[in-house]
């Protein structure tokens, strides 16, 4: 089992930056999927990105390509989404996740799952 700890949220005005990062703890890190979600009030948690970084292409949502950035650091076991130009439809609560498998994009199939922590774009 992984645990994971999501941090960085915050309130931003539209067009700011933030970064998010999840600090994983637990079974071997490098040999994992890591991906982001988020679920705004009333909605389904969506996919942001996604990463294996073992020779497989990061992934992203089509809201988000452009604009976000999902990276990791082994030495620290942590995992990063920054996300510039943010948008009011960019709020909601974001989630960090680890799969002990290779899932296709968008996957919601993950083993673990963080807390989450709260991002809020005002217009």
């Known amino acids: 089992q992984v645990e994971l700890v999501e941090s960085g949220g915050g309130l931003v005005q539209a067009g700011g930056s933030l970064r998010l990062s999840c600090a994983a703890s637990g079974r071997t890190f490098g040999s994992y999927t890591m991906g982001w979600f988020r679920q705004a009030p009333g909605r389904e948690r969506e996919f942001v990105a996604q990463g294996s970084w073992i020779g497989v292409p990061t992934y992203y949502a089509d809201s988000v390509q452009g604009r976000f950035t999902i990276s990791r650091d082994n030495a620290k076991n942590t995992v990063y989404l920054q996300m510039n130009s943010l948008k009011p439809e960019d709020t909601g609560v974001y989630y960090c996740?680890?799969?002990?498998?290779?899932?296709?994009?968008?996957?919601?199939?993950?083993?673990?799952w963080g807390q989450g922590t709260q991002v809020t774009v005002s217009s």
């Open positions: 996740a680890s799969s002990a498998q290779l899932l296709a994009k968008g996957s919601h199939g993950y083993d673990s």
